[in-house]
């Protein structure tokens, strides 16, 4: 039995030995290959444009909040969102119970004192008459009175005569004026009983479209709460977030490419505004970009902004050399006779090329186009 044992024993080593001797020849054969004629592109810094991007929301260029001035309930809501409407259109009708007794109230106050005035007019005529007669007459008197023909009695009595038309005169007109004072407050008091009852029906300020609807017929509409949304019939813009570090770089008239994916599309479009505050806590201000007349657009679409901010240097190399393999980028990279793959961090496309942020370094040699089936550590000759 030991002897058995120890034959076993001693074929075990020859195997295992046969075994690690076979492996370092299997890869010593593999090195001595022929290597892979490859070609091969070498990295170096470019111009490249510099390109910055923020993304945004497209509004309407004109767009209201439509709210009641005086509280009321609603009675009727004539529209639902997307509907078109005019300008003038009543949208929103409030209870109007209250606003039309005011208005009645006020219109029974302007016809009692107009009704007073024919009195009045006629006073300040009597008024009018009985001067012109003590004016008469005192002339008379004061003329006989030169010549000694009349008392001093009646000169007196004709004189007072006049005085106390002249008084009465002055009275009546001050009463035209008081009353004429009234009916102008009247007047106003009317008017503004009539404004105040228009403002139960809620009509559009401008052509347009309804956005949003958030009001029902019973609610309480309240001044300044929401009822409804109306955007402007015309252009739209795009309000984009952009980081305040670029402020020096943006500004009014700049052209800008905006991508909107829910279209597929892009389009051109032109810096009209800068917001000047900046938001603290974001960190960013706000640009708005015309955009050309589209039926496609809508409110509320997601969008990008591209600014060209000139030009800068960056390693670029063809998107074709990239290789994806799930969330990992890796190009292949000749050196020292082998093909070694680099992990690579991108940046910015243009055109068929696109920038490499990190993993690659000036001087290194890409190989492109790959040959099928050529793999991280192969021989290679880089050939021209």
Known sequence: MKTTFSILILAGGLLAGCGASRAPREAASATRSAPIAVQALSVSLSEWPAVYEAVGTVRARS??????????????????????????????????????????????????????LPEVESALAAAKASLDLAQVTFRRLEDLFNKKSVSNQEFDEASAKLKVAEANYRMAQAKRTQLASKIAQAEAAYDSAQITRSYSEIAAPFDGTVTEKTVEPGNLAAPGAPLLTIEKQGPYRLEASVEESKLAQIHAGQSATVTLDALGRSLEGRVSEIVPAVDAAARAFTVKIDLPASPLLRSGLFGRARFNLGRRQALAVPAAVIQERGQLLSVLVAEGGFARARLVTLGQKSQD??????????????????PAGLWDGARVEVRP
């Not at 259109?89 to 009645?104: C, H, I, Q, S």
């Open 353 to 370: 090329r696109i920038e490499a942020l990190s993993g690659l370094s000036p001087g290194d040699r890409v190989i492109f186009p790959a």
């Open 63 to 116: 767009a209201a909040v439509i709210s009641a001035k005086v509280m009321g309930y609603v009675r009727e809501v004539r529209v639902q969102a997307g509907d078109r409407v005019r300008q003038g259109e009543v949208l929103v009708l409030l209870d109007a119970r209250d606003p039309d007794a005011a208005n009645r109230q006020a219109e029974a106050a302007r016809n009692e004192v107009q009704s007073a």
